[in-house]
C-alpha cells in the first residue's frame, strides 16, 4: 500500500534548470550602415533599416531571412557632385547558429543569400543576386526582449549590359561590408 501512493519527482528539462526559454521565433529590427562600391570612384556609405525574422528549431539552429533598405548617402566627394543620389534594397535566407556565451550575452553567426538592388544609379540591370556571411552578438534585456549588435559581408554583382563610362558605374562584383544594432523581441 505505501509503495502505491509514493509519486515520483517529475523530470525537468535541461533548459528549466538553466532558467532559459526556447522561443520558436524572434523578430528583429534596427539602424543598419552598409559600405558599398557600386559607384566607380568612390566607396559610398549608405545608411538606412534592416529587418528581420527567425524561425528557430532548437536552442542552436535556426532559419532567418530578412530586408534591408538604405537610403541616405553619407558624405563623399564624387557623389556630393554628382545626380545620382544611391539606394541599397536587399532580401536575404539562410541558417543561423546560435550560442550562448556567457550569462546574458550570446552570439550569432549566419551564411544568407538572396538578391540586392541599386537604385537612383543609371545602373543597367539593377538586380543582382547576393550572398555572403556574417554574425553578431545579443545582450539580453528582458525575458523576450535582447539588443544585437552585428556585421557581415555581402557579395554582388552586376553586369556591362547597357553600360558605359559616362555611367561611371562599378562593373564588376562587389562586397559590401554591413554593420548594425537593434532590438530584438523573441516570442
Known amino acids: 500500500m505505501m509503495a502505491?501512493?509514493?509519486v515520483a519527482k517529475a523530470?525537468?528539462?535541461?533548459?528549466a534548470d538553466q532558467g532559459e526559454t526556447n522561443y520558436k521565433w524572434e523578430g528583429y529590427g534596427g539602424f543598419a550602415y552598409t559600405s558599398t562600391n557600386n559607384i566607380n570612384t568612390s566607396r559610398t556609405g549608405l545608411i538606412?533599416?534592416?529587418i528581420g525574422l527567425t524561425r528557430d528549431w532548437g536552442r542552436f539552429f535556426?532559419?532567418?531571412g530578412e530586408g534591408a533598405f538604405y537610403t541616405k548617402s553619407l558624405s563623399s566627394?564624387?557623389?556630393?557632385n554628382s545626380t545620382q543620389k544611391p539606394q541599397e534594397t536587399s532580401v536575404l535566407f539562410g541558417p543561423v547558429l546560435h550560442a550562448t556565451l556567457y550569462g546574458p550575452v550570446s552570439g550569432f553567426v549566419d551564411v544568407l543569400l538572396g538578391g540586392e538592388?541599386?537604385?537612383g544609379t543609371?545602373?543597367?540591370p539593377n538586380i543582382s543576386f547576393a550572398g555572403g556571411a556574417g554574425g553578431g552578438?545579443?545582450?539580453?534585456?528582458s525575458r523576450h526582449l535582447a539588443a544585437r549588435v552585428y556585421g557581415d559581408d555581402i557579395a554582388s554583382s552586376f553586369s556591362l549590359i547597357n553600360n558605359t563610362t559616362q555611367l561611371a558605374n562599378s562593373p564588376h562584383k562587389t562586397w559590401s561590408s554591413r554593420a548594425g544594432i537593434g532590438i530584438v523581441y523573441k516570442f
Open 77 to 80: 566627394p564624387a557623389i556630393e
Open 48 to 50: 538606412g533599416a534592416k
Open 117 to 119: 538592388h541599386i537604385g
Open 11 to 15: 523530470k525537468r528539462s535541461a533548459d
Open 4 to 6: 502505491t501512493s509514493q
Open 122 to 124: 543609371s545602373q543597367t
Open 137 to 141: 552578438m545579443e545582450w539580453k534585456l
Open 62 to 64: 535556426g532559419v532567418t
